[in-house]
C-alpha cells in the first residue's frame, strides 16, 4: 500500500495522474477468490442465499483458508446459480443435513432476513459459529434470542459489516484512526444511499416484516462504523425516523431513515435511503466522514464523483498536511480473522458484544423512528 | 457559465485538463467591488464591525448599487482597518448620528452577535431597512422582539446566510433544483466545519451569551438551505446536541453541535464544528448534500479536497448523467437584489418568514440541545 504524504502541489499533480489511468470499471471492493496454496483451515457451509451478498461472504472465508463443503436453499434458481458459481459444491437435501454434519464448523447465511436470526440459534445449538450477511437480526425479540443462545453454547454469531470489512478504504482508515492520525475521534457521518432496482427485487424486499425496515437493513454497516472509529462500547440513539416518501405503489418498502446517535466515545449521525439514481455507475455513492480532535478523513466507498477511478478513495487532512491515501492493495483482513477465531475461539475480525451492539443500535432506532410523511 | 453534459470517460477527462491547470490560491467565494458606471441607487451605513464578514456585507451592497457613507463603531483599531479598506467611508460620532441621517435606506452590522437584533430594532424603529451578519438574532426572547417591530414597522431584517448567497455553486444549485434537476427534494445534509485561528479570536468568541451557542452561530447557514432547498415553509428540529468535548481552556465556547430537522418539503441534517485542522488551507471543507426523487447533487463549498482548484464546485448525478457543473461565472445576486427590495419594498432576495425561520430552527435546537460529554 502506497501512502502519500505531500504538499498541496503535489497531491494535485498526483492526482492528474492517477485520473489519466482511469479505467471505466469501477471495482466493487469484493477480491475475487485466491487459488489455495495450503490444505484448508476449516470446512464451512452455507445456508440460505436469497441475497447475492452470499457470493462476497463464501469468497471472505475462502481466501480465510475456509474450504466449502454444502449449500442448502428453497428455491432452485438460486441453487442453480450458486452452483454455477461455486461448482465443487455439494446440494444438502435439508437444512438439518448442514447441521449434522460434524465436520463443518462454520455456516454462512443469506436467508431472507428474518430467517437469518432463527438459522443462526439452530446453528450455534449444533455446535457451529455462524457468520450471516447484514442485517443479521430483524428484531429485538430476535436479538434477545440470539444474545442468550451465544451466551449459553459460546458460539461465533458474527455478522458480515461489509461496508467496513470488504472495503480497503474503511480498512486502511481504522487502523490509521487507532494509531491516531485524527487524534481524538469526535464524530462520524456515515451516508448509505443505494439504488433500488426494482424490477431485480425479490417479494420480501417490499415486505417490512421480512427485511426489518431501512434502519435494520442498510444502516447497520453504518452503526458498526459508529462504533468502530468512536471506539464506542456502548451508545444510544438520539432521534431516528423513517418513511416511505416516494414509492406509494410498494407501501413496505422504507425509502428513507436517518439517526442520530452517541457513544461513550463520541457521536454519529447516519442517513441510508433508496434515492440513488440510474447515471450512477455503482450501486450508491456510500461516504463516511469521520473528525477528530487533529484532523478529518472521509471515505468515497464504491465511487468518486470527483473522476478518480474505482472505489475505496480515502482522503485524509490533519494538522500537517492535506493527502490521498492509495488503498488498492489494502488487505482485506475479515475472512482470515473469522477463520482464525473459528479455530482459536477468539474475537480478532470483531467482537461479539460490538457485533451485537451495532445491531441492536439499528433495531432500537427502527423500533423508535418517528414517521415521515413529506407533502407530495 | 458552462455546464458539461458528459459521460463518465469525458468526465474524468475533463478533469484531468482541469487539475492541470490549478492555483494555489484558493477562491473566497467574495468577489471584490466592481467600480460603478451608474449613480448609486441607494445610501447605506455600518453600525458594528466586529466581525470580519462585514467586509462582504459592504461589498455585496455595493456591487447591488448601494453607495457606503457612514461607519459607527465602539473600538478604534476595528475603525481603523474598516476605514483603510473602504477610504471614502464617514467616520460617525455615534450611533444615532446614522439613526438620525434622513438619506440612509439601510444599516449594515456586523457587531458582537447578541447586540445585532437590538441595533436592528433601532434601525427599524428609525425607518430603515437592516441586514446583519449571521447570527442576526442570539435568542428567542430576541427573534420575538425583532418579529414585532419589523411586523409593526414593515422594515427589511435580513440576515446575510452568506453560505449560500454568497457561494456560487450553492447559487446555481438553488437554481438546478428549483428547475426540478433532482425531481423533488428528500433531504440535506450540510456539514459546515470551522477553523477556531484561536490565538486571532476576541474575547466575545469565547463567551456563550455574547455569540448564542454554536447552533445559532454557524449552523443559521445550514439551516437556511435546509429550508431554501426542500421548499420547507414550516419545520421542527428533531434533536439537537451542543458540546465542548474538547476545549476545557475555554469552558464558554461549544466546539461541537448537530441537529436533525423536519419541514413539510423535507428533512435535514445539519452539524457544525470548530475542528478544522491547520493543513486545510481555507476555513472549513464545508458540504451540501441534496438527495431527490430524481437525483442527487452535492457541493463542495470552499475547497475540493480531491484537488480541484478553488471552491463553489458543484457535482450532480441524476437519471441519465453524471456531471461537474462549473460555477466560477455564477453572479451573486444577493447584494442586487436587497437593494431592489430597499427600493421596491419587495422580498426577492429572501422572504422575511424564511429568514426568521431558518434563525428560530437554530434557536430552537440550541435552547433545547441535549448536552454531549465524551469520555477523554
Given at each position: 500500500m502506497k501512502k502519500s504524504r505531500i504538499g498541496r502541489r503535489e497531491f494535485v499533480q498526483g492526482l492528474a495522474g492517477s485520473v489519466a489511468a482511469v479505467s471505466a470499471v469501477p471495482r466493487t471492493g469484493y477480491g475475487t477468490p485466491i487459488p489455495r496454496q495450503t490444505p484448508p483451515k476449516i470446512k464451512f457451509s452455507v445456508i440460505?442465499?436469497?441475497?447475492?451478498h452470499i457470493n462476497g461472504q463464501v469468497q471472505a472465508v475462502q481466501r480465510g483458508g475456509g474450504e466449502l463443503v454444502a449449500v442448502y436453499a428453497k428455491e432452485q434458481d438460486l441453487l442453480d446459480a450458486f452452483v454455477k458459481r461455486f461448482p465443487t459444491v455439494k446440494v444438502a437435501k435439508s437444512e438439518d443435513e448442514i447441521l449434522n454434519d460434524k465436520s463443518t464448523q462454520l455456516v454462512v447465511s443469506a436467508a431472507i432476513p428474518e430467517e437469518r436470526a432463527p438459522i443462526g440459534i439452530r446453528v450455534m445449538r449444533a455446535g457451529k459459529d455462524y457468520m450471516s450477511d447484514k442485517p443479521g437480526i430483524t428484531t429485538l425479540e430476535q436479538l434477545a434470542e440470539v444474545r442468550k443462545v451465544q451466551a449459553a453454547t459460546r458460539r461465533i454469531y458474527s455478522?458480515?459489516?461489509?461496508e467496513r470489512f470488504e472495503n480497503r478504504a474503511t480498512v486502511r482508515a481504522g487502523e490509521l484512526v487507532k494509531a491516531?492520525?485524527?487524534?481524538?475521534v469526535i464524530q462520524t457521518v456515515g451516508l448509505g444511499p443505494h439504488k433500488t432496482?426494482?424490477?431485480?427485487?425479490?417479494a420480501w424486499f417490499f415486505e417490512r416484516e421480512r427485511y426489518g425496515g431501512i434502519l435494520c437493513d442498510i444502516a447497520s454497516h453504518q452503526a458498526d462504523q459508529f462504533l468502530y472509529f468512536t471506539g464506542s462500547t456502548s451508545a444510544e440513539v438520539v432521534a431516528s425516523q423513517v418513511g416511505n416518501v416516494n414509492h406509494p405503489k410498494y407501501p413496505g418498502l422504507e425509502d428513507f431513515g436517518d439517526m442520530m446517535v452517541r457513544g461513550n466515545g463520541g457521536t454519529g449521525y447516519i442517513r441510508v435511503d433508496w434515492f440513488t439514481p440510474a447515471a450512477l455507475p455503482v450501486f450508491g455513492d456510500g461516504r463516511l466522514t469521520v473528525i477528530g480532535t487533529e484532523g478529518f478523513l472521509e471515505i468515497r466507498k464504491n465511487i468518486d464523483i470527483s473522476g478518480r477511478q474505482g472505489g475505496s478513495h480515502l482522503f485524509i487532512v490533519d494538522q500537517k498536511e492535506m493527502r490521498y491515501v492509495d488503498?488498492?492493495?489494502?488487505?482485506?483482513?475479515y475472512g482470515d480473522q473469522l477463520v482464525a477465531d473459528v479455530l482459536n475461539?477468539?474475537?480478532?475480525?470483531?467482537?461479539q458484544a460490538h457485533c451485537f451492539l451495532a445491531t441492536e443500535l439499528v433495531l432500537k432506532a427502527q423500533k423508535q423512528a418517528q414517521k415521515i410523511k413529506l407533502s407530495s
Open positions: 440460505g442465499i436469497n441475497h447475492g455478522i458480515m459489516y461489509s491516531g492520525a485524527i487524534g481524538r432496482n426494482i424490477s431485480t427485487r425479490p488503498c488498492q492493495n489494502v488487505a482485506l483482513p475461539r477468539t474475537e480478532t475480525a470483531m467482537t
